[in-house]
């Protein structure tokens, strides 16, 4: 399995523009919230989204508890 990582030192062409995270940015920290066990913030209504397990222990997504969008 390999994991995949962000270079955040390479400048954008998007870099400066409006201030506001980016879609990759906005999923790589729900992500990372489900997979810490942990309640993350939805990218689409910003409500509480909730891991969701399968027949493992790690989480296969989340869905959020406001809007019902999921993650997977």
């Known amino acids: 399995m390999s994991s995949a990582t962000l270079d955040t030192t ?4 998007l870099d400066g523009v409006g201030g506001e ?3 990759d940015e906005l999923l ?5 919230g489900l997979t810490t066990h942990r309640a993350a913030s939805c990218p ?4 509480q989204m909730q891991p969701e397990y399968g ?6 997504g989340g869905r959020c508890v406001r809007c019902g969008s ?3």
Do not use: I, M, N, Q
Not at 44 to 47: E, N, V
Not at 55 to 60: D, K, Q, S, T, V
């Open 21 to 23: 995270p980016t879609l």
């Open 44 to 47: 689409a209504c910003r409500g």
């Open 55 to 60: 027949a493992h222990a790690r989480p296969l």
């Open 10 to 13: 390479r400048p954008t062409l």
């Open 28 to 32: 790589v920290e729900v992500w990372e």
């Open 70 to 72: 999921r993650l997977s």
